[in-house]
T-cell receptor, first 118, second 122 residues
Framework: GENVEQHPSTLSVQEGDSAVIKCTYS??????FPWYKQELGKRPQLIID?????GEKKDQRIAVTLNKTAKHFSLHITETQPEDSAVYFC?????????????????FGKGTKLSVKP | DAGITQSPRYKITETGRQVTLMCHQT?????MFWYRQDLGHGLRLIYY???????DKGEVPDGYVVSRSKTENFPLTLESATRSQTSVYFC?????????????????????FGAGTRLSVL
């Protein structure tokens, strides 16, 4: 089955710097890679996702890159702000296009605790 | 997000007791999931359900039972609670299949999480 490794487990940056979190996956059939943000005491919420047919996706200060050959994907946060402090989870899954887009289960990485110091 | 609710939010119980955690969603999502979140382990899938009356095991199903008699409800039962089941439990839901847009199928696969139930087994 799929296995997702996430690094680093903790990351501390100064406000305004960039932060990068990396994940690797084992199942070459995985084609859907979401990132979830979980603030302290709150529920995980999707912040960005990428399908395997694209190499990069951006949404304002966050971007995700995917290298299918190497089976790794990364989250990039630029111009970090204190409100970016949270635990970030990557995940991998398979979307079965031939079954109307049905999705296999999400396999999560163990999370990265990001601290942005003002 | 208010469309998926979990109850109770906090629960303290003793070892050996049966505990049921409730999950209710109002979106008519086909898929529902139960995860447990523990420090150092991230989110681990316990059970999931693709539709009413269809359930299947996830990564860590031992000691848990689920049912899905109605699409909107997906209760998780600990038949005989153990200390190792002390955790934060999240329920999630997602819609089935895709939306046809300009001859392309865009899958609706985002999982929406409930607020979580913090369970302590003493």
């Amino acid at each position: 089955g799929e296995n997702v490794e996430q690094h680093p487990s903790t990351l501390s940056v100064q406000e305004g710097d960039s932060a990068v979190i990396k994940c690797t996956y084992s199942d070459s059939a995985s084609n859907y890679f979401p990132w979830y943000k979980q603030e302290l005491g709150k529920r995980p919420q999707l912040i960005i996702d990428i399908r395997s047919n694209v190499g990069e996706k951006k949404d304002q200060r966050i971007a995700v890159t995917l290298n299918k050959t190497a089976k790794h994907f990364s989250l990039h946060i630029t111009e970090t702000q204190p409100e970016d402090s949270a635990v970030y989870f990557c995940a991998a899954s398979i979307i079965f296009a031939s079954y109307g887009g049905s999705q296999g289960n999400l396999i999560f990485g163990k999370g990265t605790k990001l601290s942005v110091k003002p | 997000d208010a469309g998926i609710t979990q109850s109770p939010r906090y629960k303290i119980t003793e070892t050996g007791r049966q505990v049921t955690l409730m999950c209710h969603q109002t979106w008519s999502h086909s898929y529902m999931f139960w995860y447990r979140q523990d420090l150092g382990h991230g989110l681990r899938l316990i059970y999931y359900s693709a539709a009413a009356d269809i359930t299947d095991k996830g990564e860590v199903p031992d000691g848990y039972v689920v049912s899905r008699s109605k699409t909107e409800n997906f209760p998780l039962t600990l038949e005989s609670a153990t200390r190792s089941q002390t955790s934060v439990y999240f329920c999630a839901s997602s819609s089935k299949g895709g939306v046809l847009l300009r001859r392309k199928t865009l899958a609706k696969n985002i999982q929406y999480f409930g607020a979580g139930t913090r369970l302590s087994v003493l």
